[in-house]
């Protein structure tokens, strides 16, 4: 089949022939419906730091995944062909789909073990389920599992782009307070749509709102920095964005304000399971961008250069009505141009 590969920091993804995964004890393989497209995958191509999370190269890189199983291996019959799932990306070693040892979903098939896979529910889409298994759940599991966003909290954002927005709109229906801040003009135009108490270039228009929780989607720097400073006493900052690798804060906020400072990475199976149900829902639907395979260079390259608004999703066939009820399909603002000639071949087995 025929994948996009990584070969390390300042190289092209190249598009290779390698050989079609198979399961083995304890896994299934997975045919990608859709596979999201994450700006981390950008900073590992730009930035040699992210490189100690690739202890093998060349691979196949996305690690925003769902489809459906087509084999299942020894140990595994409590799954079946056919089955509609999501794939969590994280694995309790350490290991991750689209990073270490696991080929990701720039490809059409991946493999996948018990810690991987969630059920899809038949109302959400397959773009939308594969939204949820990165952006989503690192989204979600910041706000609400670490951040404990609830009903009345005054909660601020920072970053409204795929993840930012989960996080926002997630705060919203847990019934919170939620001022944002985005330095993108159409990505603040969202505001109503999220249900935003208020919306601003910068967090720190929202420093006489006593906030009581901030998460920092974005993570240049500056923007951890601004939430700090921010924050109401005895505040939290959960850091998720890693735009920046490093960022010069005020030590005298934190202690004179005694902050907690909290940094979250992925999620839970849990996390993605509660993020399904309100998905399922319908009140739940972020923007999507959708591609074909092909243009997943391209894609990389649109949120190298940022505005992109909401998520860019690769779907491998037309996947958007495949939920077998009424599905919840977000808006697409963006469209994908038309597909290559030969995409269709392109990416067979």
Known sequence: MKSWRFHGTNQPLTLEEVAAP????????????AAGLCHSDVSAMDDAGWMSMFPRIPMTLGHENAGVISEVGEGMDHWRIGDRVGLSP????????????????????????????????????????????DAGLTAYHAMVTLGGAKKGMRVGVIGLGGLGYIGARTAVLKGAEVYAADVNPAT??????????????????????????????????????EALETLGEFGTLVQVGMGRLESTISTGAIILKQL??????????????????????????PPLNRITPDRIPQGLERLRKGGVVGRIIAMYEDCSRQARQKPAVAPDRGGSGPPLPGERHLWGS
Do not use: C
């Open 188 to 225: 603040r135009e969202l505001a109503a749509e999220v249900g935003l108490a208020g919306v601003a270039e910068s967090i720190t228009e929202f420093a006489d709102k006593d906030l009581e929780l901030i998460v920092d989607y974005a993570g240049f720097g500056t923007t951890t920095a």
């Open 260 to 285: 907690r400072v909290l940094g979250s990475k992925s999620g839970t199976k849990q996390d993605l399971e509660e993020l399904y149900d309100l998905m399922r829902s319908g009140d739940l639907n």
């Open 22 to 33: 198979h399961a083995g004890p304890g896994e299934v393989v997975v045919d990608v419906k």
């Open 90 to 133: 994280m694995m309790p070693d350490g290991d991750a789909i689209g990073y270490g040892a696991w080929d990701g979903g720039y490809g059409p098939r991946v493999r996948a073990t018990d810690a991987n896979l969630v059920r899809l529910p038949d109302e959400v889409s397959f773009e939308l389920g594969a939204m949820a298994t």
